[in-house]
């Protein structure tokens, strides 16, 4: 937590001396209706407007260093938020691929949103409130030992019991908070499920399990806040009750004291709201701390800031591979073996096939070949240099890949053909004519404009794998590797799509598929029949 409060330093030191203003003039209103007080007690007139008038300054100054720090504030958890969410964004970029895919996309949707929230609420809130409450017990304690030290000795005694008295609560709080948000995580991801499918469900008379499943999710999330929230009032009604005999405690010896004619009379009234504001504060002080315990969880989950230098800038990428190939590579899925022994090279510029039955390692030796696979046996070789050594980003430098299942963002075919990169109309019309999408490109009235919708349901099958395709070659690396690519293509366009890469001597292509004509075959380089593993 600490960290992004130190990050934005200068925001929150802001927000440390208004709360510290605030929270002067707050106890001064105490210090001002005992003299107030006084001139009624003494029926001097002169004397309690003269105090009136003072407390109404202070309460202007209130009034304004309030609006202040909710500003600060406001802009201080806007900073520290858009840090955190960056921070989620670097430490998914260091998982692996088999790290990633490991957790359903839910989860990490539920980080950027559910856990914002979560730490808004339980650690910012808390932090600023702790830093007011500090300075307002503070100034209160200052202004009961102005009247007679016993105030002070009983008030620093009380004040130490109550701000340790949490700590017997931490770990329990901690644990509650690590299960609220495993469990809204968990829910979060069976939401995004049942949206996703819902068309299937109503197609199929389901409603009734899309809307129990609804409510399943919506117990998920708000049970675990309940529980913690819940528990942290009933330790916080706990302190509260201490709270009550300490300051009834106090009380009493101002009363004594006033009667005893040690200290004004009129001081009962004003000490009394100096004694609530110190215990008051410290019951809150400590459901507070608490507070930010049960906020630990979500600070753990990031495991990188973005701005480390751990995290890849520039990379100085290898030089173009002239071969790549594998020496006795073997793996498995558990107990499954799929591909044993396999030797296989491909040179620079080749072009080349893997076909065979289903279930005989084609997508997964191209799985392997991108590093998504890492728990192989044997090696994996660019040129000289063992796969193992090398970078996911290294990799992804020499490698494009086009999968069956295209994904597009929910932008334009422009945008889902460039990424955002700075390409010329030159190099954008080359892609999309040697991708085959130029005919469908015709048909749409804003062309390269036209918005694929969420997941590309704007367009047909065969669209988007004419958009992925497009997009790997403008991207111009040295290898492409094709899991059926050109599968929801019909043969013309097809044809188009192969004869264009079979073409491009710049590029090394493996492709993938199941059949292969004795035509297509003789253009490549090398058609591998890969048999399942023995």
């Known amino acids: 937590m ?3 409060i130190k990050k934005h330093w200068k925001i929150n030191l802001l927000i440390v001396f208004l709360q510290i203003l605030f929270a002067g003039v707050s106890v001064l209103t105490n210090v001002v209706m005992i003299q107030m007080t006084e001139g009624i007690v ?16 202070l309460w202007i100054l209130y009034t304004v260093f309030d609006g202040a720090r909710s500003w600060a504030k406001s802009k ?42 979560q730490i808004s609420s339980l650690a910012w809130d808390s932090f600023y409130g702790i830093i007011s409450l500090g300075a307002q017990v503070i100034f209160s304690i200052a202004a009961l030992a102005q009247m007679h030290w016993s105030l002070l000795a009983v008030s620093v005694l009380v004040a130490a019991v109550m701000i340790n008295a949490p700590k017997l609560f931490s770990k329990r709080v901690e644990k509650l ?38 409510h399943e999710a919506s117990q998920q999330l708000e049970q675990p806040r309940h ?12 302190i509260d009750l201490v709270n009550l005999f300490c300051q009834m405690g106090v009380n009493l010896l101002i009363g ?23 215990y008051g504060g410290l019951a809150q002080f400590g459901q507070l701390r608490l507070s930010i315990q049960a906020s630990k969880p979500y600070f753990d989950k990031i495991t990188v800031h973005s701005g480390e230098k751990s995290l890849p800038e520039k990379i100085d990428f290898f030089p173009v591979c002239k071969s790549l190939s594998t020496e006795n590579l073997c793996f498995s899925y558990g107990e499954k073996c799929i591909i044993k022994n396999m030797n296989i090279r491909f040179e620079e510029g080749g072009k080349y096939a893997l076909t065979g039955p289903s279930g005989c390692g084609k997508s997964t030796l191209l799985k392997l070949l991108l590093g998504w696979l890492p728990d192989y046996s044997g090696n994996i070789l660019f040129d000289d240099r063992n796969a193992k050594g090398l970078t996911p980003e290294e990799i992804q430098s020499q490698i494009s890949y086009i999968e069956q299942d295209v994904y597009l963002f ?5 945008e889902n053909i460039t990424l955002g990169g700075d390409f010329s109309d030159e190099e954008i019309e080359k892609a999309v004519k040697n991708s085959a999408l130029a005919g ?25 794998q004419r958009v992925a395709i497009a997009r790997a070659l403008i991207h111009r690396r040295s290898i492409l590797l094709v899991d059926e690519g050109t599968s929801a293509l019909d043969k013309k366009n097809a044809d188009i799509v192969e004869e264009s890469l079979l073409k491009n001597p710049e590029l090394t292509l493996i492709l993938v598929s199941h059949h292969l004509s004795p035509e297509r075959k003789a253009q490549f380089t090398e058609v591998y029949e890969l048999e399942p593993a023995a």
């Open 2 to 4: 600490f960290y992004y």
């Open 42 to 57: 003494r029926l001097d007139l002169g004397l309690f407007l003269f105090w009136m008038f003072v407390d109404l300054g």
């Open 76 to 117: 201080a958890k806007l900073l520290m938020n858009n840090e955190f969410r960056a921070d989620i964004t670097a430490s998914l970029l260091k998982k692996s691929h088999s790290e990633f895919h490991s957790q359903q996309s839910g989860e990490y949707l539920s980080r950027y949103t559910n856990d914002i929230n």
């Open 177 to 214: 908070g690590e299960e609220c948000a495993a469990e809204q995580a968990k829910a979060m991801s069976k939401l995004k499920d049942l949206l996703a499918g819902f068309d299937v469900l109503r197609f199929f008379g389901k409603s009734g399990r899309f809307i129990e499943g609804n």
């Open 227 to 238: 529980k913690l929230t819940y528990q942290q009032d009933f330790i916080g009604e706990g």
């Open 256 to 278: 004594v004291l006033s009667i005893k004619g040690i200290i004004i009379q009129s001081a009962l009234m004003g000490g009394g709201n100096l004694c609530g504001t110190i």
């Open 410 to 414: 929910n932008t334009t075919i422009r």
């Open 440 to 464: 469908d490109l015709e048909s749409m009235p804003l062309g390269l404009d036209t918005p694929v919708g969420e997941d590309g349901s704007a367009l047909s099958g065969g669209q988007k």
